[in-house]
């Protein structure tokens, strides 16, 4: 069974403020997912990354996966309120893409 | 292109009735996920179908609980003689047919039931 363990769980921190979110497992994943959830709504797809070492930039977010495969992070430079949410990893395994493993979640609250 | 929709939003139903919930995979898409997000917890992994095939139902509970996707129409998830366990978020999420290992999958908006 593959585990995704997401860190930290909870995240609070003023605007401005850098901050890192963790996702790690003893697995090797085809490609690992960074979802946002909204309240009441759907994850948002937010980027995929596939080869190992790999880095993807998205505005304020960069996001990296592990040498091995094996863990990612995501990196949020000088938060804005509207970064507020729920943040999810997921990780692909075999042919079944779809087929994702998610971890636990990290709610990140940016105060004003 | 209209993304993966999913009704109802929202589905009320008292203990031991029926819950039935869609799916409509975005255009092109021919591969359905089923999510179960329970309150507090992350999604699982149910099942996953392509048309008129299960393919994997390995995080599907063993009674009450089946899921079809047709030739024609949406994928179905049918959870039979509901309890209160049951309550939570489900969601659908589509691929396409083919692709490498970026392929991603798309969520729909989820159906909350809420068994009472």
């Known amino acids: 069974t593959q585990l995704l363990e997401q860190s930290p769980q909870f995240l609070s921190i003023q605007e401005g403020e850098n901050l890192t979110v963790y996702c790690n497992s003893s697995?090797?994943?085809?490609?690992l997912q960074w979802y946002r959830q909204e309240p009441g709504e759907g994850p948002v797809l937010l980027v995929t990354?596939?080869?190992?070492?790999e880095v993807k930039k998205l505005k304020r977010l960069t996001f990296q996966f592990g040498d091995a495969r094996k863990d990612s992070s995501l990196h949020i430079t000088a938060a804005q309120p509207g970064d507020t949410g729920l943040y999810l990893c997921?990780?692909?395994?075999?042919?079944?893409?779809?087929?994702?493993?998610f971890g636990q979640g990290t709610i990140l609250t940016v105060h004003p | 292109n209209a993304g993966v929709m999913q009704n109802p939003r929202h589905l009320v139903r008292r203990r031991g009735q029926e819950a039935r919930l869609r799916c409509s995979p975005m255009?092109?898409?021919?591969?359905v996920y089923w999510y179960r997000q329970l309150p507090e917890e992350g999604l699982k992994f149910m099942v996953y179908?392509?048309?008129?095939?299960?393919?994997?139902e390995s995080g599907m509970p063993k009674e009450r609980f089946s899921a079809e996707f047709p030739k024609e129409g949406p994928s179905i998830l049918r959870i039979q003689q509901v309890v209160r366990g049951d309550s939570a978020a489900y969601f659908c999420?589509?691929?396409?047919?083919?692709?490498?290992?970026?392929?991603?999958?798309?969520f729909g908006q989820g159906t909350r039931l809420t068994v009472v």
């Open positions: 697995s090797v994943f085809s490609s």
């Open positions: 997921a990780g692909a395994g075999g042919t079944s893409y779809g087929k994702l493993t």
């Open positions: 255009k092109g898409h021919s591969h």
């Open positions: 179908l392509q048309k008129e095939n299960i393919i994997d």
């Open positions: 999420a589509s691929s396409p047919p083919t692709g490498g290992l970026d392929t991603e999958a798309f």
């Open positions: 990354v596939v080869t190992g070492g």
